[in-house]
Every structure is written in C-alpha cells, then in structure tokens.
C-alpha cells in the first residue's frame, strides 16, 4: 500500500506537469483520485458485519469509442474495516481490497470544452488477503458513478466523483461474503 501511494503521488505531480487547455470527447484520459468508501453491512455467510468508512484510491485510463462513449480499465483500493461479534467473524479487522475492472462511460460536455459530466458502470474482479477467521478472498464487483469534471487551461483537468460499490457474490470455498452496496466519494486529477 506504501509504495502505492508514493507512486500515486508521483504520477501526479508528472500529471501536474502536463498542459490541457481544454478536452475533447474523443480523448483518452488517465484519472488518479482519491477519496472515502462508506459504511455499511457485510453478509458473511449470513451474518450481518459492520463496515466503518475507509480511504478508497482509484487509477483509470479510459478510451474513446466515438465521440462520447468511454471504455477504459480501472484500478481501485478501498480499506475495508469489517466489526462483528460472530463465530463467522469474530473481533475487528481491516484490509485493503483490490478491485481491477472494464469501465464504460458516457461523456456530455457542458460549457466552452471545460465542464463535462460522465456517468459510467463497471464490472471487476475484486480480492482481499486473509483476514481474521478467513482466507484470502475473491469477489466479483460491480460499481455505477457519475464524474463532474474541468479542465482549467493550464493544466491537468480536476475531477470529482460518486458512486455506488456493490459484490453481489464472493469469499473463498468455505465462506460467502456480499459487500455493500456501499457509497464512495473521490476526487483528483485528469490528464
């Protein structure tokens, strides 16, 4: 997680660097933003566990598919802090989850190439190591999210974003765990 991070600020302050007077629908943009994922409920096995809110990181690079639609690939770590008194899951813990997903996205500019609005979907593979009382886990996730972002002339553009992370299905053979859905907020860098 350490290196992550400085690599995240590496990039950017490389990103920082780099000059977008304005955008086009048709790009293709790398986005770094950080932020929370929110609380909610575990079902562990039918056992209901707490989830506290948590920093989530999220790297994207996204494609053009014509003028407004978006493909593009994902990288997100949220910190899941899971809490329960059950046999299931005993105590408190906390990991970081590791989600790698296909993202589609649908982009409408707003004014004079700087605003923009983009709604998107995605579909990934997501895995926690071993936690307490359990092993190493798998998921697959599911998120929605809309962006608002601007691009001020001099620089990188400035994006925010929230959204809704959801694994209907997951856990390991022994054990079946949904998260969610829970809320995440981020913001960040678009270049």
């Avoid at 996204?62 to 997100?76: I, K, M, N, T």
């Avoid at 923009?116 to 593979?125: C, K, L, S």
């Avoid at 798998?138 to 999210?145: G, I, P, R, W």
């Amino acid at each position: 997680m350490k290196h992550l991070m400085i690599s995240t600020i590496l990039l950017v302050l490389v990103a920082a660097g780099t000059s977008a007077s304005d955008f086009s629908e048709g790009d293709r943009y790398t986005s770094v933003k950080v932020g929370m994922i929110g609380s909610g409920t575990v079902d562990v096995d039918g056992a209901d566990v707490d989830q506290s809110a948590g920093l989530s990181l999220g790297l994207g690079y996204d494609f053009p598919v014509g003028e407004r639609l978006h493909y593009g690939f994902s990288v997100d770590l949220h910190r899941m802090k899971w809490s329960a008194d059950t046999e299931e899951f005993p105590g408190e813990d906390s990991e970081t989850l590791l989600d790698i997903g296909l993202t589609w996205k649908y982009m409408a500019v707003l004014s004079e190439d700087r605003f923009a609005i983009r709604p998107g979907i995605g579909v990934g593979y997501g895995t926690l190591r071993r936690r307490k009382a359990l092993n190493g886990t798998n998921y697959l996730t599911l998120k929605a999210n809309a962006e608002v972002i601007y691009f001020s002339g001099g620089g990188p553009g400035f994006g925010a974003e929230i959204g809704v992370f959801y694994t209907p299905t997951g856990g390991d053979s022994e054990t079946d765990i949904k998260i969610g859905p829970l809320l995440y907020a981020r913001a960040g860098v678009l270049f």
